[in-house]
């Protein structure tokens, strides 16, 4: 029998000769050169870096706001590297050492990178200088969504990507704002303009305690070896937006904000220049207790003289966004324009709505129809032009969410969306919606435009109708009435809604909530200011002001039912199409609010409450309850005089429940 292996029985037309252990070795039977693959053309790189450089090339993340823009700027590409750095290091400025820390762009991480970039810049420092003085922070600048997914996932602890391609990640300790840790600077001018005293949500500070906390987080971010800075805008309409800059520690900071703001074509961020306002986020960093004014170790501070706001103590990035409206709530209206916490979408004949109203209240439901166009789903401006969005995104509660019941938000969380302290299963990655191990408050930050039926830009014409929405559990007011303009004004001024309390408490009543024009907790002004600015606009544009009622019909909660939204559907559709401006109205007593006789689609019984309760006598009662309800909290706004005379502040007093 032949041997295939062996040294004496060797093949020699496969050169075979005997290997390790006696297995057969096999060689070529003649020497070539080494052999490559004639099919394509060898890469051009020498090394692994190179060929590794050669996947990426230069770009910058883009959403476009306006068409036609200019075309770049003429200035070179290192010249405008220098000032975008410049005015980094600006903002960066500490007040008492040097006026700003050396900075470099590019990823510490990657040598290679950051070697390449050789511009940095640096004021010259003061007479007494620090060790932050000597050494570099590399800025991270308007990265893309990809790239903060890979900073995140790399070194923020508690970051990972779900099932559907979001990423999940954690706030720290707090999971929701710290309204009573909020504080604004309260010098000779914000002394006279903004809202102070009993239900104002202005905490009061001086300049000098603000300066301290600045001071503490600008030398936190400068410590870093990075850091995050976002350039971007606030209102879509491009004649009164706000350039904002966002300063931050973590790479989930700046996907958030990069969601929740306008995102800046290439040709907006080279003509930037200075920020309107700045943010700087040092929340890993807790503010000194012993500081004049601290109350815990979270401080969330606005200073509207200097243009800037400091995060101490809170990683909820939530807080970013609501302090940027408050801001807005005071730079627009010193332009006549009037800010507003509420959705807003628009028909295809370009009929737009404003819908009012406070959580649980049917909001973001009823605002994302269909069969209209989103124009926003929170914050608003209402100018000369019409209304613009403030926002360049959404931030969706996720807690029971569902694909039937929110096809809309279920669909747009996807790759790009920051998904805050959800619980995900740890090796599908799929999340599940209903789990509260973390926080109740579970949320989703996109894009805008990851919503199918979004009106890009997010502009529109005036307001054809204003609805404020009210979850009344007391069953009381009716499911739609139209409303006078001091009618408007009064409920707007109100901001009502009822809370169903939890059975742990022993409470098993309705609670009223009201939130100055639905929204108090970011409002700077006067409640009234909002409103007569409000009624200005409605009478100037012929706008129609409704109250819906999304809550309870045929007695309290416990007794009655909720208001099938079916039908409350049927009522914002009769409002949207006109139809209900024809309709026969009646007047209810104690709230003279006029109801409508008939719509299509919804029981004529339900829509005088009356009719829905059977004991009459407890109906009554309840009435006349929620109307004292109403007058004790208008209490605190009776004083103050609204418009030029008395005469329209009389005229909202009488707007209000008579009995």
Same mark, same amino acid.
């Given at each position: 029998?032949?041997?295939?292996?062996?040294?004496?029985?060797?093949?020699?037309?496969?050169?075979?000769?005997?290997?390790?252990?006696?297995?057969?070795?096999?060689?070529?039977?003649?020497?070539?050169?080494?052999?490559?693959?004639?099919?394509?053309?060898?890469?051009?790189?020498?090394?692994?870096?190179?060929?590794?450089?050669?996947?990426?090339?230069?770009?910058?993340?883009?959403?476009?706001?306006?068409?036609?823009?200019?075309?770049?700027?003429?200035?070179?590409?290192?010249?405008?590297?220098?000032?975008?750095?410049?005015?980094?290091?600006?903002?960066?400025?500490?007040?008492?050492?040097?006026?700003?820390?050396?900075?470099?762009?590019?990823?510490?991480?990657?040598?290679?990178?950051?070697?390449?970039?050789?511009?940095?810049?640096?004021?010259?420092?003061?007479?007494?200088?620090?060790?932050?003085?000597?050494?570099?922070?590399?800025?991270?600048?308007?990265?893309?969504?990809?790239?903060?997914?890979?900073?995140?996932?790399?070194?923020?602890?508690?970051?990972?990507?779900?099932?559907?391609?979001?990423?999940?990640?954690?706030?720290?300790?707090?999971?929701?704002?710290?309204?009573?840790?909020?504080?604004?600077?309260?010098?000779?001018?914000?002394?006279?303009?903004?809202?102070?005293?009993?239900?104002?949500?202005?905490?009061?500070?001086?300049?000098?305690?603000?300066?301290?906390?600045?001071?503490?987080?600008?030398?936190?971010?400068?410590?870093?070896?990075?850091?995050?800075?976002?350039?971007?805008?606030?209102?879509?309409?491009?004649?009164?937006?706000?350039?904002?800059?966002?300063?931050?520690?973590?790479?989930?900071?700046?996907?958030?904000?990069?969601?929740?703001?306008?995102?800046?074509?290439?040709?907006?961020?080279?003509?930037?220049?200075?920020?309107?306002?700045?943010?700087?986020?040092?929340?890993?960093?807790?503010?000194?207790?012993?500081?004049?004014?601290?109350?815990?170790?979270?401080?969330?501070?606005?200073?509207?003289?200097?243009?800037?706001?400091?995060?101490?103590?809170?990683?909820?990035?939530?807080?970013?966004?609501?302090?940027?409206?408050?801001?807005?709530?005071?730079?627009?209206?010193?332009?006549?324009?009037?800010?507003?916490?509420?959705?807003?979408?628009?028909?295809?004949?370009?009929?737009?709505?404003?819908?009012?109203?406070?959580?649980?209240?049917?909001?973001?439901?009823?605002?994302?129809?269909?069969?209209?166009?989103?124009?926003?789903?929170?914050?608003?401006?209402?100018?000369?032009?019409?209304?613009?969005?403030?926002?360049?995104?959404?931030?969706?509660?996720?807690?029971?969410?569902?694909?039937?019941?929110?096809?809309?938000?279920?669909?747009?969380?996807?790759?790009?969306?920051?998904?805050?302290?959800?619980?995900?299963?740890?090796?599908?990655?799929?999340?599940?919606?209903?789990?509260?191990?973390?926080?109740?408050?579970?949320?989703?930050?996109?894009?805008?435009?990851?919503?199918?039926?979004?009106?890009?830009?997010?502009?529109?014409?005036?307001?054809?109708?204003?609805?404020?929405?009210?979850?009344?559990?007391?069953?009381?007011?009716?499911?739609?009435?139209?409303?006078?303009?001091?009618?408007?004004?009064?409920? =707007?001024?109100?901001?009502?809604?009822?809370?169903?309390? #939890?059975?742990?408490?022993?409470?098993? %009543? !309705?609670?009223? +909530?009201? *939130?100055?024009?639905?929204?108090?907790?970011?409002?700077?002004?006067?409640?009234?200011?909002?409103?007569?600015?409000?009624?200005?606009?409605?009478?100037?544009?012929?706008?129609?002001?409704?109250?819906?009622?999304?809550?309870?019909?045929?007695?309290?909660?416990?007794?009655?039912?909720?208001?099938?939204?079916?039908?409350?559907?049927?009522?914002?559709?009769?409002?949207?199409?006109?139809?209900?401006?024809?309709?026969?109205?009646?007047?209810?007593?104690? =709230?003279?609010?006029?109801?409508?006789?008939?719509?299509? #689609?919804?029981?004529?019984?339900?829509? %005088? !409450?009356?009719? +829905?309760? *059977?004991?009459?006598?407890?109906?009554?009662?309840?009435?006349?309850?929620?109307?004292?309800?109403?007058?004790?909290?208008?209490?605190?706004?009776?004083?103050?005089?609204?418009?030029?005379?008395?005469?329209?502040?009389?005229?909202?007093?009488?707007?209000?429940?008579?009995?």
């Amino acid at each position: 029998m032949a041997s295939y292996g062996g040294a004496e029985n060797g093949d020699a037309r496969f050169g075979t000769k005997t290997g390790r252990n006696g297995l057969a070795k096999i060689e070529t039977g003649h020497k070539t050169e080494v052999c490559h693959d004639d099919s394509t053309t060898p890469v051009k790189a020498q090394t692994i870096d190179e060929l590794h450089s050669l996947q990426k090339k230069k770009s910058a993340p883009t959403t476009p706001i306006t068409p036609g823009l200019a075309a770049f700027a003429t200035v070179s590409e290192e010249d405008r590297q220098k000032l975008q750095l410049q005015s980094i290091s600006a903002s960066l400025a500490s007040l008492t050492r040097e006026t700003g820390p050396k900075v470099v762009k590019g990823d510490p991480a990657r040598k290679s990178e950051t070697a390449k970039v050789t511009d940095h810049y640096h004021y010259a420092p003061a007479i007494n200088s620090s060790d932050s003085a000597l050494k570099f922070t590399h800025v991270l600048y308007n990265l893309s969504p990809a790239e903060l997914y890979e900073q995140a996932i790399k070194y923020e602890k508690g970051s990972f990507i779900t099932s559907t391609g979001a990423l999940a990640t954690l706030s720290g300790a707090k999971t929701g704002r710290s309204p009573r840790d909020k504080r604004v600077v309260r010098d000779e001018t914000t002394e006279d303009e903004l809202w102070w005293g009993k239900g104002s949500p202005n905490i009061e500070m001086d300049e000098h305690t603000f300066l301290v906390n600045r001071e503490r987080a600008v030398d936190y971010l400068n410590s870093l070896e990075k850091i995050f800075v976002n350039d971007q805008f606030l209102n879509w309409d491009p004649e009164h937006r706000i350039k904002v800059r966002i300063v931050s520690a973590r790479a989930y900071h700046s996907l958030f904000m990069h969601n929740m703001c306008i995102r800046p074509t290439p040709e907006e961020l080279e003509d930037f220049g200075t920020p309107d306002f700045t943010i700087y986020n040092a929340g890993q960093f807790p503010c000194n207790r012993y500081t004049h004014y601290m109350t815990s170790s979270t401080s969330i501070d606005i200073n509207l003289a200097r243009r800037e706001m400091v995060i101490l103590g809170t990683q909820y990035a939530g807080e970013m966004k609501k302090g940027l409206f408050s801001v807005m709530h005071y730079l627009m209206p010193k332009r006549q324009i009037l800010s507003l916490h509420s959705g807003c979408n628009m028909g295809k004949a370009g009929d737009v709505a404003l819908f009012f109203g406070l959580s649980g209240t049917g909001k973001t439901t009823l605002s994302t129809d269909h069969n209209r166009y989103l124009i926003g789903d929170d914050e608003h401006c209402w100018s000369e032009n019409g209304v613009a969005n403030i926002e360049g995104g959404c931030y969706a509660k996720c807690i029971d969410l569902s694909k039937e019941k929110e096809p809309d938000i279920w669909n747009a969380i996807k790759f790009g969306t920051v998904l805050e302290n959800v619980v995900f299963d740890e090796h599908t990655r799929e999340v599940d919606y209903t789990e509260k191990s973390v926080t109740e408050n579970t949320r989703a930050a996109y894009p805008i435009e990851y919503i199918p039926n979004a009106k890009i830009p997010c502009v529109g014409p005036h307001p054809r109708n204003v609805i404020l929405l009210a979850c009344d559990a007391f069953g009381v007011l009716p499911p739609v009435s139209k409303l006078s303009l001091a009618q408007t004004m009064y409920h =707007f001024i109100s901001g009502y809604t009822a809370l169903v309390a #939890g059975t742990e408490d022993g409470i098993k %009543e !309705p609670q009223a +909530t009201f *939130s100055a024009c639905f929204g108090a907790a970011f409002i700077m002004l006067h409640p009234t200011k909002y409103a007569a600015m409000l009624a200005e606009k409605m009478q100037k544009h012929g706008a129609t002001g409704w109250l819906v009622n999304t809550g309870w019909s045929g007695g309290s909660y416990g007794s009655g039912q909720r208001i099938k939204l079916a039908y409350t559907r049927k009522i914002i559709d009769a409002i949207h199409s006109g139809s209900l401006l024809e309709a026969n109205y009646v007047k209810t007593e104690v =709230f003279g609010l006029e109801i409508p006789t008939a719509i299509e #689609g919804v029981p004529s019984e339900m829509l %005088e !409450p009356s009719n +829905t309760w *059977s004991d009459k006598k407890a109906y009554k009662e309840t009435l006349l309850k929620l109307g004292s309800l109403f007058r004790r909290n208008f209490e605190v706004f009776m004083n103050h005089k609204i418009g030029k005379d008395d005469k329209l502040t009389e005229e909202i007093l009488a707007a209000g429940p008579i009995f």
